[in-house]
């Protein structure tokens, strides 16, 4: 039975974590930044010597075929892979994991002849973390780019999408050339750390995902009224900063209460105006984020918080405005990916446990063009986000070699 190189991958896990590396541990590597290009152009070089063909499209995807050198419907790929893109000071196995264990499959596949039917690919998709645009690349590739945005896409900072990628060497305005043909794609299996405890906790080396949640982030603004924080009596003041408080505070306990059990919510953005100590907040803004793998508890979920922020408004007489920010919908992973996965491990002689996945991934785009599917290895302490987030090398070992047999049934 053909096997992966643990020491060859985790050689590779090691040598893409010095690009952005950071002096404590972990690492930075924005989408588009300089420690990205480079890592890119390593990631080439590894492909290459790994005996794939390597390109790199017009939204900054990385690919590294083996029997195909392009996307042709003519002949449907198997396609794995992830990102080598992280959020700032995130930990190395956040993507990477899935990029390097996915060249490292195609490199046995290729040394060891296994048969296969379909080409194979291993992508690197570029922005997954968001800091111009979320899950950016995966977007572009499966059509799900909104072009009418492109010019005005920027991070956090203010740095436009255009400005980043130009400095890279790409148009971003030509990101939507990035589209795969129709039916290019034969099925999608993507590896990845699961980033939270369940697996750790329940002993299980290998998760199988059945659905990536949709997250809903909406700003939601209680504008109240400006006054003297010291003159004005108590009864008489429109806090708009007390309303947002306590619209977090209750939206979080609707969730909770009223959600499928798998609901999360999030306030992670806050702010006061005009926010100083003298002035009664005139207005309380905050970003209310949920996730939820059930497309129809998350729209029934999103009206009840809409019609919680009038309550609370009205209520504190103030007034409310909800925009929504970004919405994805909850992506079903394929029966037939999660069963050749769950043979793949027992082949192995793997327990694996259903689980959804509560993060977002760049195969809840694939899962809208093709058959799309996710293995999950266990994270230490269920820590990611941060730079300290790891897993054990035997995880490793066992996740990377479900995947390589996963992608040799697939391909068969
Ligand atoms: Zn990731």
Redesign the pocket.
Known sequence: MATISLPRLSGRIEALARFGALPGGGVTRSAWSPQHEQARAWLLDEMRAAGLAPWVDAAGNVFGGLGMRAFDAARPAVVTG??IDTVPEGGIL??AL?VLAGLEALHVIRETASSHTHPLAVAAWSD??GRYGSLFGSRAFCGALDVGRLPDMAAADGERLVDAMARAGFDALRAPDAQAPSGAVAAYVEL?IE?GPRLEEAGIPIGVVEAIVGVRRTRVIFIGQADHAGTTPMERRRDGFLAAAEFALKARDLVVKRGSGRSVTNVGVVSVHPGVSNIVPARGELVHEMREPDPAVLDRLARECTTLARRVARRRQVQVELRPISATVPAPCAPRVQAVIEAAAGDLGLATQHMYSA?G?DAQNLAAITDAGMIFIPSKGGRSHRVDEMSDWDAIDRGANVLLHTLIALAR
């Open positions: 992830s990102h956040d993507g899935g997954e973390e990845h980033q993060a991934h």
